[in-house]
T-cell receptor, first 114, second 117 residues
Framework: AQSVSQHNHHVILSEAASLELGCNYSYGGTVNLFWYVQYPGQHLQLLLKYFSGDPLVKGIKGFEAEFIKSKFSFNLRKPSVQWSDTAEYFCAVNARNGGFKTIFGAGTRLFVKA | GAVVSQHPSWVICKSGTSVKIECRSLDFQATTMFWYRQFPKQSLMLMATSNEGSKATYEQGVEKDKFLINHASLTLSTLTVTSAHPEDSSFYIC?????????????FGEGSRLTVL
């Protein structure tokens, strides 16, 4: 069965610091990969996605993620965080022959100090 | 972007009663809808997958007789928590996907917080 592992449960950064959130998945087949974000009091929304092609994908608000197939990883990065990036971030994986189920990691709570 | 709406966003009920949560796709036809449950400080746990016009597929460990899911149209799915108990208190989130083939990209509702007294 596929699973998603997020390395950090809580991250605290100061504004302008760089961010990298780790995500690894376990599935040997072809996958679609996602990062979702949940801002305080809001519903989950898509941050970025990878289906195929360039393994470095760019999303909204300056976020990017790199798919490294050999490492089964899809880490999220942002060069300089802002206070408004305070949120919970979820990595998610959808196996293309996995019955259309999208499986989520445990989430990482990011708090950015102003 | 695609909009998914859930109702109610907050419900409190007595133990033993049933509660229905609605999930609607407002501006697209959702071929597949998913129901997740989120425990405090934990991730989303997939409960079931529902396709319009067919029976829902439940994940292992999820009681289908307790969590009744109906997907009667391409824009509406409902989750009914039957004979609710305090341990059913949780945050329930629906999501929908559109298009064929299903890429796994999901559009989420606001979530429904259920408190069973």
């Amino acid at each position: 069965a596929q699973s998603v592992s997020q390395h950090n449960h809580h991250v605290i950064l100061s504004e302008a610091a760089s961010l990298e959130l780790g995500c690894n998945y376990s599935y040997g087949g072809t996958v679609n990969l996602f990062w979702y974000v949940q801002y305080p009091g809001q519903h989950l929304q898509l941050l970025l996605k990878y289906f195929s092609g360039d393994p470095l994908v760019k999303g909204i608000k300056g976020f990017e993620a790199e798919f490294i197939k050999s490492k089964f990883s899809f880490n999220l990065r942002k060069p300089s965080v802002q206070w408004s990036d305070t949120a919970e971030y979820f990595c998610a994986v959808n196996a293309r022959n996995g019955g259309f189920k999208t499986i989520f990691g445990a989430g990482t709570r990011l708090f950015v100090k102003a | 972007g695609a909009v998914v709406s859930q109702h109610p966003s907050w419900v409190i009920c007595k133990s033993g009663t049933s509660v229905k949560i609605e999930c609607r796709s407002l501006d697209f036809q959702a071929t597949t809808m998913f129901w997740y449950r989120q425990f405090p400080k934990q991730s989303l746990m997939l409960m079931a997958t529902s396709n319009e016009g067919s029976k829902a597929t439940y994940e292992q460990g999820v009681e289908k007789d307790k969590f009744l899911i109906n997907h009667a149209s391409l824009t509406l799915s409902t989750l009914t928590v039957t004979s609710a108990h305090p341990e059913d208190s949780s945050f329930y989130i629906c999501s929908a996907s559109s298009g064929t083939p299903n890429t796994g990209e999901l559009f989420f509702g606001e979530g429904s917080r259920l408190t069973v007294l």
